[in-house]
């Protein structure tokens, strides 16, 4: 689904961390250009 595509990962503190994003979508074939996690408030 991912494959060959760049993602920008952006998680919430309350919600999906971005790691946990990241780590999806390297499974699904993607490459996280960048990834953060933050609080939305």
């Not at 919600?15 to 993607?30: D, M």
Request: net charge negative.
């Amino acid at each position: 689904m991912f494959e060959g595509k760049q993602v920008v990962a952006l998680g919430e503190r309350d919600g999906i961390a971005g790691p946990a994003i990241v780590k999806c979508v390297e499974k699904a074939g993607g490459n996280v250009a960048f990834s953060s996690t933050e609080c939305f408030v």
